[in-house]
């Protein structure tokens, strides 16, 4: 049987290139400290930079990206309430070009600066284990949604707003995120609720992936950059990240992170 034309046509490029990311990635997290500070403070420099040309900026566009790096490397260093200020500041910047959009600027800043903000605290308070499980979650999700939404396909999950994002291949993201934090379980006598942590994170990451292609859709672009070859920009490879750090920040202060075992 011959494959659908098109269909995997973007896979060794993603593969090559997502190799790549993972193999910085995971460096700077295993270094950690002042090393995954500034990887964190870089790759969220970078995604403001292409959010803020997206949305018009243009050439000014490094502006918002550079003090944005700066104020999260100063947030990161520095007691949590003095950060909080540098966190939200460059959210105001103002950039006259983006006109109707400095709304949307303003809150994917705020969150980019928090997703980060949340990375470090989680590299840095639960250590290098956990850092990798939040990372294979996303992963998780991402691998088993694009192959399932590929091979099984069928209906659209938000076709207005992601139109190749299926029911399949987001239960299959689901799936497979549970699936992946097994291990961690039973290799670090974690409680089992880390399934349903997972499956949460997820989901949350599918949101970011959503929240992010409506944006996208809303000023008319493809992609947020050209950055990663096959991927697009940092904020279309590094968006489902943001949803689900935002989110285990958000948990942590309500749940066990990680889960007791239940005796």
């Given at each position: ?7 995997w ?8 290139s ?5 193999g910085?990635g ?5 270094l ?43 947030a990161?260093?520095?007691p949590?309430g003095?950060?909080?200020?540098l ?6 910047f103002?950039t ?5 959009h400095r709304t949307?600027?303003?809150?994917l800043t ?21 850092m990798?499980?939040l ?5 998780a ?19 207005k ?13 689901w ?7 097994i291990?961690f379980?039973?290799e670090t006598g ?6 349903g942590?997972a ?9 970011g992936?959503v929240?992010?292609s409506?944006v ?7 992609d947020a950059?050209?950055l990663?070859p ?10 489902s990240?943001?949803?689900a750090?935002?989110f ?12 007791p075992?239940?005796?």
């Amino acid at each position: 049987m011959s494959s659908v034309p098109g269909r995997w046509d973007d896979l060794l490029t993603r593969v090559l290139s997502g190799g790549v990311m993972a193999g910085i990635g995971i460096l700077a997290v295993w270094l950690g400290g002042y090393w995954f500070h500034g990887f964190i403070a870089i790759v969220c420099a970078a995604m403001i930079w292409e959010l803020a040309r997206m949305l018009g900026a243009g050439p000014l566009a490094h502006w918002p990206a550079l003090g944005a790096g700066l104020a999260l490397i100063a947030a990161i260093e520095i007691p949590e309430g003095f950060a909080l200020p540098l966190i939200i500041a460059p959210a105001l910047f103002r950039t006259e070009s983006m006109r109707g959009h400095r709304t949307r600027f303003a809150i994917l800043t705020v969150a980019i600066l928090i997703a980060g903000y949340g990375l470090t605290s989680l590299r840095d308070d639960f250590g290098f284990i956990w850092m990798v499980w939040l990372a294979a979650v996303v992963i998780a999700t991402d691998i088993c949604g694009y192959f399932a939404g590929r091979m099984v396909g069928g209906p659209k999950i938000w076709p207005k707003v992601s139109p190749k994002k299926t029911w399949s291949g987001t239960v299959a993201g689901w799936i497979g995120a549970a699936a992946i934090s097994i291990p961690f379980v039973t290799e670090t006598g974690t409680g089992w609720e880390l399934l349903g942590i997972a499956v949460a994170i997820s989901m949350a990451s599918q949101l970011g992936d959503v929240s992010e292609s409506a944006v996208k859709r809303r000023v008319g672009v493809k992609d947020a950059s050209t950055l990663i070859p096959g991927h697009g920009g940092l904020l279309d490879r590094f968006d489902s990240m943001l949803g689900a750090s935002v989110f285990l920040l958000l948990i942590e202060q309500v749940v066990d992170f990680p889960p007791p075992p239940v005796f």
